[in-house]
């Protein structure tokens, strides 16, 4: 088996490609080319955290509706230091939608544009427990503003939700 690897118009190899031996969405990669791997992190997947997902529980009611309960915090621009929390529920059929409908109770509301998904290997500067990473790219709108987003996690739901997160900071508090 062979893999082929994406080189930018830098000529150098494209550090997703590298990670999860699957080339980004066409858009992403366009707008990503030339960036390592850091300033794709920083730019896609921000660092500040400023929307923290605290204390997300789940429980089935039956015919493939959940309850979800979490602590969704704001860190604020002028303090990074200061949070504010609010204990939001929801009911829904997956975890995305979910975490969705919470972002819109808290003012932030996203709509997913175009969804992508991949399985790679772990990587340095994420703790997760196992040899593989999920990845999921966003490409996210609300009202005129538009952004590529990308999250982590051990498992698709969570990095799902980490790229919503990301794509409701990119948009409401950058």
Known sequence: MSTTTQTTTTGTACPFTERFDRRPPRGFAAEAAGMDWRELLDTYAPSTDHFHLADLSRRPLGRGITA???????????????????????????????????????????????????????FAGHTFTGSTAWCTILRATSGRRETWAMGFGEDSSAASIAALLNAATLLHLR
């Open 68 to 122: 979800y309960e979490a602590i969704l915090a704001t860190r604020d621009a002028a303090d990074p230091g200061r949070f504010s929390a609010r204990r939001l529920t929801t009911t829904s059929c997956g975890d995305l939608t979910a975490m969705s409908e919470m972002l819109g109770q808290a003012g932030a509301r996203v709509e997913i544009e175009t969804f992508h998904q991949y399985e790679g290997r772990a």
